[in-house]
């Protein structure tokens, strides 16, 4: 189970510094996510991909859920009302068709989800837009206040802006 820490850092300089020192401490490059403004140049880093600066999956599970409830709803009045084979209602129409609502609806949501940014990455817009770059650690639980001694430490100008108790399992 890893946690996810949240860093704002000043510069692109500061980011690299703050990367190297995070590989010294053994933490893999890809469970750090660097999120900056769109023309900012982070080569050296490891960006954050779409699943991380996105409500795609949120957008998903919502789309999933309403999806399979209107699948279900119509699956009913399909099994009731217009039975396939004789004059009794088909119940696996049911099934059917709540599993194709539901996949419509997660796949429907996700594409709206995509362009949408994400709720959890709100608060960071403005920092962001000033310029700042934010850093986006999962380390595994039992490392999470060393890290954060260790950034500390090592990054005065860095300032921790929390964590998150649960990272999402794709992004």
Not at 73 to 79: N, R, Y
């Amino acid at each position: 189970m890893r946690r996810r820490i949240y860093w704002l850092l000043p510069d692109l300089e500061s980011a690299r510094r703050t990367m190297d020192d995070l590989l010294l401490a053994r933490i893999a490059e890809q469970h750090m996510h660097f999120v900056a403004r769109e023309e900012a140049d982070l080569t050296g880093l490891h960006p954050a991909n779409v699943l991380q600066t996105s409500d795609v999956i949120r957008a998903a599970q919502m789309g999933l859920v309403v999806g399979g409830i209107a699948g279900t709803l119509l699956g009913v009045l399909a099994a009731i009302f217009f039975p396939i084979v004789g004059d009794e209602p088909q119940w696996g129409m049911v099934a059917v068709i709540a599993v194709l609502g539901g996949a419509f609806g997660a796949w429907s949501s996700s594409m709206i989800g995509v362009s949408t940014p994400s709720h959890r990455l709100k608060r960071f817009e403005p920092a962001i837009e000033k310029g700042e770059i934010l850093l986006m650690v999962d380390v595994p639980r039992s490392r999470v206040e060393e890290i954060e001694a260790r950034l500390q430490a090592l990054h005065p100008e860095a300032h921790l802006e929390g964590i998150e108790p649960n990272i999402p399992a794709f992004p």
